[in-house]
């Protein structure tokens, strides 16, 4: 039974007014970690929600926006942090939530988010207040500037890996054979990269490469690497299993620039494997997926 969908986290801007209403019912101030959980109790945050982490894996996201929400409202001039990991409301906080009893527009949210960007803050921002999060402001999408870079950082990687595999798809089985093999000899496989040889072509017997272990070349691993068009099956690792034995081989290690299905007969794999992880699968212990 698959587990049901983790709710989206409300965008930085959300927690502005939560964080206003809060500080307001503490003018002595609150804790940063407190603050955190308050706002995450007032929009509605479960338990799932308050465990996902930035892509960076660096910080909970629903802490990360609280930190935005707050370092735009230090920039307001509404609150500040007069310690480390200590908020409260300024003179001038006090006055507009005096003076904004009822909830807050949306216009006067996406103030309060935006227009205070550029405005430079008296003391250093404290390393509770601004560390990233993702957000779409109420008016128009917002987004803080670890997310900025760390979505254009992925939208990057996404592009050159697609073009890598394009051009995978288009080259010559000998190129990459090749190319696997320098793959495995950076990854640790030989002591030098004449230690991993090409013997891929017309009559390989389904084996494209050996790699020799020990100066003597007693211990081998044996492996395949295929241009894919479709998913890796049974069929496929079973064949390879097939030149394996035929070899009285020991170990192997399958390559493909495709996916692999999930399950290979009695052969575990627990995760569906899509390129371009470059999936290596060591049949003599196939529940080593080097990714």
């Not at 003018?27 to 338990?47: K, Q, S, T, Y």
């Not at 495995?184 to 090409?198: C, E, I, P």
């Amino acid at each position: 039974m698959s587990a049901p969908p983790i709710s989206p986290i409300p965008t930085y801007d959300r927690f502005i007014e939560p964080l206003l209403r809060l500080f307001a019912s503490r003018p002595e101030g609150v804790p940063a970690r407190e603050a955190h959980e308050a706002a995450a109790d007032a929009l509605g945050l479960d338990a799932a929600a308050r465990q996902q982490l930035l892509s960076s894996g660096a910080q909970l996201v629903y802490k990360n926006r609280a930190g935005w929400a707050h370092d735009r409202l230090k920039r307001a001039g509404l609150s500040d942090s007069p310690r480390r990991g200590w908020w409260q409301l300024t003179e001038a906080g006090r006055c507009f939530v005096a003076e904004h009893a009822g909830p807050l527009s949306a216009e006067q949210v996406a103030t309060l988010a935006m227009s205070h960007i550029d405005t430079r803050l008296l003391r250093p921002v404290a390393a509770d207040a601004g560390e990233a999060g993702d957000d779409e402001a109420v008016v128009q999408p917002v987004a803080s500037p670890e997310e900025r870079l760390g979505l254009a950082l992925e939208e990057i990687r996404r592009a050159v890996v697609a073009e890598l595999l394009d051009t995978l798809a288009t080259v010559t089985p000998a190129f990459f054979e090749t190319l696997v093999l320098d793959l495995l000899h950076r990854m640790g496989y030989g002591a030098n990269r004449a230690d991993l040889q090409r013997v891929g072509g017309s009559g390989d017997a389904g084996i494209d490469g050996i790699i020799s272990l020990d100066r003597l070349g007693l211990e081998k691993v044996y492996v395949q690497a295929k241009r894919w068009q479709g998913t890796v099956g049974r069929p496929e690792i079973q064949a390879f299993y097939g030149a394996l034995a035929g070899r009285n081989a020991k170990q192997g290690v399958h390559i493909a620039n495709s996916a692999y299905m999930s399950r290979f007969g009695s052969a575990s794999v627990n995760s569906v494997l899509q390129p371009p992880c470059l999936p290596i699968l060591v049949p003599s212990a196939i529940s080593n997926v080097l990714h």
